[in-house]
Structure formats: structure tokens, C-alpha cells
Nanobody
Framework: QVQLVESGGGLVQPGGSLRLSCAASGSIFNIYGMGWYRQAPRKQRELVAAITSGGSTTYAISVEGRFTISRDNAKNTVYLQMNNLKPEDTAVYYC???????????????WGQGTQVTVSS
């Protein structure tokens, strides 16, 4: 079955940059969309950025102009380039995939384990 494996989180100072990666393992029949969500302590999970099967992207207003989502379809991998990080970006970042693993299967949301991003001086 499909598993999403994330990497790239860590501790950075304000103004720094991080690049998150999320690779989906196994064979993927169809990718309807991929995205990044984040959740800070005692806050609800929110969409950060998403990319559709057609390549269209959307961003949260709070990160637009600073973050860039991209993908490598051949590797079933999605990236989130985060520049000019701010303390309010501190959260656990989750990779999400709206995937179909076979022609007979349902499309389903898959989640990564989450990776911590901490922005602090």
C-alpha cells in the first residue's frame, strides 16, 4: 500500500529557508492532488499549499509569495520550498495525497507522519 515519507524539517532562524520533501511509495494509479498542511499546538490543521493533477497550485494567504509547491511526477514526490520563514510558520507539517492506488480502488486521502518545522531566534 501507499506510504508517504517526509523529510526536510528542522530548526531555522527567522528569515531562513527549508525544503520539505514527500515521497509516495508503491505504485500509484492516479494522483488527483497533493498538498501540504500544517498544525500548530492548540490550533486546527490548515492547508498551506496544494497542487492538482493538472499542475495548478494554490497557497494560503499567509505563505503566498514565500512558499512554493512543486512535484516530480516520475518519482511521485512533492516538495515545499519555504523561504523567509517566520516564527508563526512553526508547526508540524503534513504531506497529503489524494490518490488512487489501482483502477478498481477508491480515491483516498493519505497522510504523512508529519515533520516539525520550528522557526525561532
Amino acid at each position: 500500500q501507499v506510504q508517504l515519507v517526509e523529510s526536510g524539517g528542522g530548526l531555522v532562524q527567522p528569515g531562513g529557508s527549508l525544503r520539505l520533501s514527500c515521497a509516495a511509495s508503491g505504485s500509484i494509479f492516479n494522483i488527483y492532488g497533493m498538498g501540504w498542511y500544517r498544525q500548530a499546538p492548540r490550533k486546527q490543521r490548515e492547508l498551506v499549499a496544494a497542487i492538482t493533477s493538472g499542475g495548478s497550485t494554490t497557497y494560503a494567504i499567509s505563505v503566498e509569495g514565500r512558499f512554493t509547491i512543486s512535484r516530480d511526477n516520475a518519482k511521485n514526490t512533492v516538495y515545499l520550498q519555504m523561504n523567509n520563514l517566520k516564527p508563526e510558520d512553526t508547526a508540524v507539517y503534513y504531506c497529503n495525497g489524494d490518490l488512487q492506488t489501482s483502477g478498481l480502488g477508491y480515491r483516498k486521502n493519505y497522510w504523512g507522519q508529519g515533520t516539525q518545522v520550528t522557526v525561532s531566534s
